[in-house]
């Protein structure tokens, strides 16, 4: 397919992005450029269980998603019983106004016991929202719960199931669709669930490993796949769609799909999501895998002429960090944060964050706003921390609730996501 021309595409982007930016809206995983970086300045530091708690809303099951926020509607994907579904709150009081979704189709539908069904955050653009189930298809809703279509892109299967959220750019909703045996890269018209555009993307999943990492050992390979987001950078004058894929980093044409340059240096396991700053890109793996720092553009592979700094080991990571003023700040799984230069790679500084809950492990993404780092630990402990060449923790707010999702910020408060409830953090008016 003929890519289209851009300027039109994106200036629709940057309106609905500045209209979001106005509104204080939080409308995808990771906000509204997918960085994790709001404009906020005033959000709060310190809360507890029943401190500066604006409201809580009980949930049916746990769930891994973090909800998305347009004007006075909340968005988040629940799993109930055998349902899949898309759940809409007033963003006031925490009311919920609806629920909609689809009854699961599989008797076998596996996934990993800290995954939980529905992991994969809405996305929003003010007008519908879409979300993904994995196997139980690609859906789309208007703001009153009516469901506009539906789309069945067959079986999605990985050991330990699926969390990459749906992305809308212009006309167009991007999604990761893996990992497992089948893994692609599908545009699809955001109006009518049509497919634009897919690419097919060869992970190794279910096949034997290569020679040089088998070790001695057989068998299919299972420890392979993305759970990435897909996020959209500005390169050289044009727009760029960038996906962690096992083994390495692309960009592709958002319009026609094109793959326009690749950069190798990632392990099989990718769970975070690119980061840029400029037109530096950062791309951390999994599994105590590597991460990499690119400069974006070019074309074909660009390992060799681009590719800026490379960590062949690191620690465990499962959420995304963010880039502020030079330098990269990240939430580890074990419960250490970091922080490294962007340009060079180097560590800055490293802090293990302990609170009052019995694990420190961190899945969640950073939230970066008002030069604060927040992240929720999977014991319920809500870490502040400084976006500083030096060490500064702010505070350490317990929920006392287990939590694998992501922090989100909204008109000055504070929306959180645990296994039991939906909080919003701000102090009662």
Known sequence: MRAKKLP??????????????????????????????????????KWSATENVKWRVALPERGNSTPIVWNDRVFLTQPVGK????????????????????????????????????????????????????????????????????RDLGLQKHIWGYGSSPVIYGGLCFLNFGPGARSFLVAVDKKTGKTVWQRDEETGYGKPPPADVRAGKGGPATYVGSWTTPVIMRVEGRDQLLMSWPRRLAAYDPMGGKELWTCAGLNPLVYSSPIYSGDIIVTMGGFSGSSL??????????????????????????GSGVIHDGRIYIHNDPGVAECFDLKTGNLVWEERLRGDGKTGQNWSSVMLAGGNCYTITQGGDCFVFKASPKFELVAVNSLGERSNSSIVPSNGELLIRTHAALWCIGAKK
């Open 293 to 318: 720092a690119v400069r974006a553009g070019g074309s074909g592979d660009i390992t060799s002429s681009r590719r800026l700094w490379h960590h062949p080991r690191t620690k465990q990571r499962i």
């Open 83 to 150: 349902e899949r579904t898309l759940m809409c709150f007033n963003r006031s009081d925490g009311k919920l106004l609806w629920k909609q979704g689809v009854t699961t189709k599989l008797d076998d539908d596996p996934t990993h016991g800290t995954n939980p069904y529905c992991s994969a955050s809405a996305v929003t653009d003010g007008e519908r929202v879409i979300v993904w189930f994995g196997s139980d298809g690609l859906h789309c809703y208007d703001f009153a719960g009516r469901q506009l279509w539906s």
């Open 8 to 45: 039109l595409t994106a200036l629709c982007v940057l309106c609905a992005v500045t209209s979001s930016a106005l509104a204080a809206n939080w409308p995808a995983w990771r906000g509204p450029l997918g960085t994790g970086i709001g404009d906020e300045k005033n959000l709060p530091v």
